[in-house]
């Protein structure tokens, strides 16, 4: 296994237990809260269907989760996947409040194993969690396996900016950013690990690169915030 983050597993679970009551404020930190509006590009450039079956990947407090299922609309379905279930809790209440039980399921799970069979899903997304699973290339293969022939995924994540000037910007912002916990009561350490994820991550080419690796084909890169993030979209063949 080609590890592309090397804290160990649990340790980041525990980590994500501890942040999940700051999780919402700390996304719109990470993205200089500009994260709604990537949202909404998301989901321009991925062309959800109504009736998808879908599967949101590392889904945390359900945000992405939410706006997929009223995508897919009643016709559809959504799996949340997430391996932390303080996470899901979260999520659990957002579902509730907007009355999306029926087209919402919730299951704890590693995004590295999924449990689920060969070509189930239309589509599938992970926001803001591929920096954080051991093996982004593991993840990205059982994408692919349980995506149906001409299934769609669709990754959303802090990305490298290429401009001299925006990653010195980028990179000075995620030496100060740790200081924020402090403003939410929250722990300095867990956003030092936070910051040094968003900032390390591979470049959106690399993953592109890895997407057409694993067999996805017309792969598309949307670059956010001048590189700051990234949307890929990716088609499964119908032949590997």
Request: charged fraction near 25%.
């Amino acid at each position: 296994m080609s590890l592309t983050n090397k804290v160990p597993e649990k340790d980041v679970h525990d980590l994500f237990t501890r942040v999940a009551p700051h999780y919402d404020q700390m996304n719109n930190l990470i993205s200089l809260g500009t994260q709604n509006g990537w949202r909404k590009k998301f989901f321009k450039e991925l062309r959800v269907a109504p009736g998808d079956f879908a599967l949101d990947l590392c889904c945390g407090t359900g945000d992405l989760t939410i706006a997929l299922a009223k995508q897919v609309g009643p016709s559809g379905n959504v799996i949340g996947l997430d391996f932390n279930q303080k996470m899901l809790d979260l999520a659990d209440k957002k579902i509730r409040v907007q009355n999306l039980q029926k087209e919402i399921q919730l299951k704890q799970g590693d995004a590295m194993h999924l449990p689920y069979p060969d070509q189930s899903f239309d589509i599938v997304t992970i926001g803001f969690g591929l920096r954080n699973v051991p093996d982004a290339d593991q993840v990205l293969k059982e994408i692919y396996r349980v995506l149906k022939p001409d299934g769609k995924v669709g990754i959303l994540e802090t990305s490298q900016p290429t401009n001299p000037i925006i990653k010195l910007g980028w990179e000075s912002y995620f030496k100060l950013f740790p200081n924020f916990a402090k403003l939410l009561g929250a722990n300095v350490d867990d956003y030092k690990y936070l910051s040094h994820t968003t900032a390390k991550f591979i470049s959106a080419t690399r993953l592109k690169e890895m997407l057409e690796q694993d067999g996805f084909k017309n792969v598309t890169i949307t670059k956010l915030n001048l590189g700051a993030g990234a949307i890929h979209i990716g088609i499964k063949k119908k032949m590997r």
